[in-house]
């Protein structure tokens, strides 16, 4: 194991962003004012749920698919060697999505060019040189990339 | 639904139930093949645990004509001629793979008994009007699993479940119905042209047995069954015959279960990865069965009254001395601890090894399950001690859940587990582990 030896030291109580069956636990916020006497406390009003990262890069669970970025064929789009690339098959491909495409029996992350007849996958990194669908062949794409997650090892 | 429908006479029928069963077509290489492009077209087996036979199969493996639970030593030389892929299993990734496909159907359809860990029961008839009638439903819902998990899944729909099971087998064995098939659509004439075409051992509930001793009753369609005088099939054959005839009349008698009832014992077992001869590692791997058991006790809010303990030497081994040990290990207080069920099977373990024999398989089984919490006092009652294993195992269980099965156990499992068993050729947990997620380039 090389590059993505930095997650190994996570400890209990860094949450991370996690496909795990259940729920993800978080403290429910206290509410802690008293009814009867004086006004209300106007904090209270502003009391609200702790932000979730399955929340904000998940919309489809059951869809939603982690894969390991190997290469820095898409490095100009920000995304590089080790990222875990969060992929979601419920998303309609269209052009300009970045997608994950089976070519030769493997899979490869890159943008999906499709403009009238014409389907091809650019790479985001100059040494790379795009792949063209030739007229008469099918292009599979397993899903649509709809994140990126990195862990700096600190 | 509108009004004018209300008023009909036909009213009393709009709520008349309508199940679909939704399959995955060979789930277990059907998941392999999600992750694995490289499997598409390539014959694939998923074998049992420890390696054993053949538990899952493509379609190119059937067309070679292998049988389901076919050894796989017995298939080397098919492996060979064909290229056969054999898997081991990966019960991680067809579990959580499982879930995502409930959790689309349930999305689509609420009313959803999972009937297995690749096939469940919907009932349709509120909702199919949502999706533009039962057929359009059925599409719907084997696309969406198609392409939100990769999947592919058959559908059949009928009257009862009986039937949707049976459309079932016809849209999976006859392209032209492209997956999806409602019998509770067909004319009657053509319901009864399929039923006169498949034989009566494919029902549901029809084993190879009972389909034999029908064929000497001059039964041998599914409509020769339907046919047949009732009351002389249950004379013959018993109340759930009759039960499954009428289900093919389309008289529902099995209704929808929506939680599966509790489970009234626990079994955890498994053969070694080799032969093992001391008490030691058995007693580990024993330990390993216990956390296993005691996780899913827990997981359906039960208790155990006892435990049992077995061991087992290789019986297709017929040179070597054969031994089988078991006893049944009381608690003096039903538990649901971890702690307690290792140091009760552990105690059945010493009583029942013997020395000088190659041990093969061992596994306890939990017992005497009750609910949590109608559970009895006893004389020896601790409710301080209780809290206290309460709070222990609900900590070992969270982590167990976030970290993984094992990362938290009791020192009796061991460290190095080198009773495992043998899984040379599992495809990595992709879906569950962050060292496993499959890679892009």
Avoid at chain 1, 98 to 112: F, M, P, S
Wanted: glycine fraction near 6%.
């Amino acid at each position: 194991m090389n590059s993505h030896n930095h997650i190994v030291m996570r400890t209990l109580h860094q949450t991370p962003v996690s496909l795990a069956p259940e729920p993800s636990v978080h403290e429910a916020p206290l509410f802690l004012y008293k009814v009867a006497a004086g006004f209300p406390s106007p904090a209270t009003d502003y009391m609200e749920d702790g932000l979730d990262l399955n929340e904000f890069l998940i919309q489809h669970k059951a869809a939603t698919f982690l894969f390991r970025v190997q290469g820095n064929s898409m490095r100009d789009a920000g995304i590089v060697d080790g990222d875990k690339a969060v992929v979601d098959r419920s998303v309609e491909p269209q052009h300009n999505h970045i997608v994950i495409a089976v070519v030769d029996g493997e899979y490869t992350i890159k943008r999906l060019y499709r403009v009238r007849d014409r389907i091809e996958l650019h790479a985001e990194n100059p040494t790379y040189s795009p792949i063209v669908i030739a007229a008469d062949s099918q292009l599979e794409i397993w899903g649509v990339v709809v994140g990126v997650v990195r862990r700096y090892p600190a | 639904m509108t009004n004018v429908a209300d008023t009909t006479p036909r009213a009393t029928n709009v709520h008349q139930p309508l199940f679909a069963l939704v399959d995955v077509n060979n789930f277990y290489v059907s998941c392999e093949r999600v992750f694995n492009p490289r499997l598409e077209q390539v014959p694939v087996v998923v074998l049992s645990n420890n390696d054993g036979c053949a538990v899952a199969r493509s379609n190119e493996v059937k067309a070679l004509g292998v049988k389901m639970g076919a050894p796989w030593f017995k298939l080397k030389d098919l492996e060979k001629k064909h290229g056969i892929v054999a898997l081991s299993s990966n019960y991680t990734l067809y579990g959580d793979m499982s879930n995502r496909v409930v959790s689309v159907m349930r999305d689509l359809a609420p009313d959803i008994e999972v009937y297995s860990i690749d096939e469940s029961f919907i009932r349709i008839e509120r909702t199919a009007h949502l999706y533009g009638g039962t057929v359009p439903m059925g599409h719907i819902i084997r696309n969406r699993v198609r392409q939100w998990t990769g999947l592919p899944v058959c559908v059949g729909i009928g009257e009862t479940k009986t039937l949707a099971k049976f459309a079932n087998h016809i849209a999976k064995k006859n392209n032209e119905f492209n997956g999806v098939c409602d019998v509770a659509a067909m004319s009657l004439d053509e319901r009864n042209q399929w039923m006169r075409r498949i034989d009566v051992g494919e029902v549901w509930g029809i084993g190879r047995r009972i389909s034999e001793r029908l064929i000497k009753l001059k039964i041998q369609s599914v409509h020769d069954l339907v046919s047949a005088d009732i009351k002389r099939l249950r004379a013959h054959f018993g109340v759930v015959m009759e039960r499954t005839v009428s289900e093919l009349r389309g008289v529902s008698c099995l209704a929808l279960e929506d939680v599966a009832p509790s489970k009234q014992q626990i079994m955890s077992s498994r053969s070694f990865g080799t032969m093992m001869h001391t008490i030691e590692l058995i007693g580990e791997a024993v330990a390993w069965h216990v956390h296993a058991a005691a996780e899913k006790l827990r997981a359906q809010h039960s208790v155990a009254g006892a435990i049992y303990v077995f061991i087992q030497t290789n019986r297709f081994r017929d040179s070597d001395p054969q031994y089988n040990g078991g006893m049944v290990v009381p608690l003096a207080d039903v538990s649901d601890d971890t702690r307690a069920l290792t140091t009760a099977a552990l105690h059945g373990l010493r009583r029942i090894f013997r020395d000088g024999y190659a041990y093969k398989k061992c596994g306890v089984m939990l017992i005497e399950l009750q609910d949590k919490r109608i559970r009895q006092e006893t004389l020896f009652d601790d409710p301080q001690a209780r809290a206290r294993s309460a709070r222990v195992m609900l900590a070992l269980d969270a982590v167990n859940r976030v970290w993984g099965r094992g990362t938290l156990r009791t020192a009796a499992s061991g460290i190095t587990q080198r009773w495992a068993m043998r899984s040379e050729n599992r495809s990595p947990r992709y879906t569950t582990h962050w060292r496993e997620l499959p890679v892009v380039r």
